[in-house]
C-alpha cells in the first residue's frame, strides 16, 4: 500500500503565499505521475499542476504563472508552491501519485483564501 501525507495548508489573505507538500511512502516503485488536485465545495475535482518522472509540468490554466510544482524523487516528495493567491483558490487540495500498478490519492488539507 501507498501512503500519502499532505502539509501546508491553511488560511491566506488574497495576494499571499502557501506551500504545500505532500510525502509518499509504502510499497512505492517507480512513481511516474505526481500532482495536486483541487476541489471547491459545489464543484468536480480538478487538475492544479502534475509533473512526470522526467520533470515535465502540466498546469491548470487558472493557476499558470503563479503556481509551482516540484518533486523530489529521492525523498518520494511532491510540493505546490503557490504565490499571488486569490479567493477563487479556496478548495481542499488533493496529493495524487500514479506509479505502474497504483494511483493513491492523499487525504486532502485545506487551502482558504480571504478577501
Known amino acids: 500500500q501507498v501512503q500519502l501525507v499532505e502539509s501546508g495548508g491553511g488560511l491566506v489573505q488574497a495576494g499571499g503565499s502557501l506551500r504545500l507538500s505532500c510525502a509518499a511512502s509504502g510499497s512505492i516503485f517507480s512513481i511516474n505521475a505526481m500532482g495536486w488536485y483541487r476541489q471547491a465545495p459545489g464543484k468536480q475535482r480538478e487538475l492544479v499542476a502534475s509533473?512526470?518522472?522526467?520533470?515535465?509540468?502540466n498546469y491548470g490554466d487558472s493557476v499558470k504563472g503563479r503556481f509551482t510544482i516540484s518533486r523530489d524523487n529521492a525523498k518520494n516528495t511532491v510540493s505546490l508552491q503557490m504565490n499571488s493567491l486569490k479567493p477563487e483558490d479556496t478548495a481542499v487540495y488533493y496529493c495524487n501519485i500514479v506509479g505502474m500498478v497504483y494511483n493513491s490519492w492523499g487525504q486532502g488539507t485545506q487551502v482558504t483564501v480571504s478577501s
Open positions: 509533473i512526470s518522472a522526467g520533470g515535465s509540468t
